[in-house]
């Protein structure tokens, strides 16, 4: 019997799937019994401006000002004796 979790992000996640298929090629007898034997993704279509505006539609999402390069970094460099 091989009991797994292969929960993640729409069961895909960290390839779990993956590793749930190669452990039951590799390790389940035959007539051997996993669980679970199924997994169900449900999708839910929403809509939220704000996200949609900070995350897709803002021409620059990071907020990145990229026109003119950083000042240069001081660097002190201290002799210890």
Known sequence: M???EPIGC???HERMIESYIAARDRFLKPGG???PTMGSIVLA???DATLYSDQVAH???FRLDAR???P???V???AHS
């Open 2 to 4: 091989i009991i797994s």
């Open 10 to 12: 729409l069961l895909v």
């Open 33 to 35: 019994l996993m669980m």
């Open 45 to 47: 279509p929403f809509a």
């Open 59 to 61: 021409p620059n999402p």
């Open 68 to 70: 003119t390069p950083p």
């Open 72 to 74: 240069p970094v001081k």
């Open 76 to 78: 002190a460099v201290c």
